[in-house]
T-cell receptor
């Protein structure tokens, strides 16, 4: 089956720093989604991308749909304590309603 | 404003026991999904449904059955629980590939 590899697996940063993470696929996707999961909760949708090259922002978060259609990137600017959590990328194959999720990037903010 | 509701939130089973996890959504979504989440492995799709009366296999369907008798409900069944099914189970509903998740069921099989 499909695999989505996220990098890095974990990040330890100080409040105020910018964050970058990425997701790569073994096959082409026509949609990329980014989710955030906080402890004890289900993932929450942050950003959805539908077109190669698309750049979309949600507050301090910006995500990009890679032009090869096999990768996507998420950036967080000026991190704050509530950014802590696990960030997942997800995507479907063409014509398929099954979403595959990446293994996640765990973000920890050092006081 | 409930969204996606999962019951129960926690459950402990003995090997071989059966149980059903219930998922209910009030957003009138056609698509519903069951995922399991294990440490270091992200979310893996068990089964999904594209509408009332339909179900399909996901990535890890063995040992599970599902039913979608009503549009708002999606049931996940374990007929004979095994320790390998210890996990956190998430239900989701959605449209246009945007999924909305419940808060999860922590299942332990001893």
């Amino acid at each position: 089956g499909q695999q989505l590899n996220q990098s890095p697996q974990s990040m330890f940063i100080q409040e105020g720093e910018d964050v970058s993470m990425n997701c790569t696929s073994s096959s082409i996707f026509n949609t990329w989604l980014w989710y955030k999961q906080e402890p004890g909760e289900g993932p929450v949708l942050l950003i959805a991308l539908y077109k190669a090259g698309e750049l979309t922002s949600n507050g301090r978060l910006t995500a990009q749909f890679g032009i090869t259609r096999k990768d996507s990137f998420l950036n967080i600017s000026a991190s704050i304590p509530s950014d802590v959590g696990i960030y997942f990328c997800a995507g479907p194959n063409f014509g398929n309603e099954k979403l595959t999720f990446g293994t996640g990037t765990r973000l920890t903010i050092i006081p | 404003n409930a969204g996606v509701t999962q019951t129960p939130k926690f459950r402990v089973l003995k090997t071989g026991q059966s149980m059903t996890l219930l998922c209910a959504q009030d957003m009138n979504h056609e698509y519903m999904y069951w995922y399991r989440q294990d440490p270091g492995m992200g979310l893996r799709l068990i089964h999904y449904s594209v509408g009332e009366g339909t179900t399909a296999k996901g990535e890890v369907p063995d040992g599970y059955n599902v039913s979608r008798l009503k549009k708002q409900n999606f049931l996940l069944g374990l007929e004979s629980a095994a320790p390998s099914q210890t996990s956190v189970y998430f239900c989701a509903s959605g449209f246009a590939r945007k999924l909305f998740f419940g808060s999860g069921t922590q299942l332990s099989v001893l």
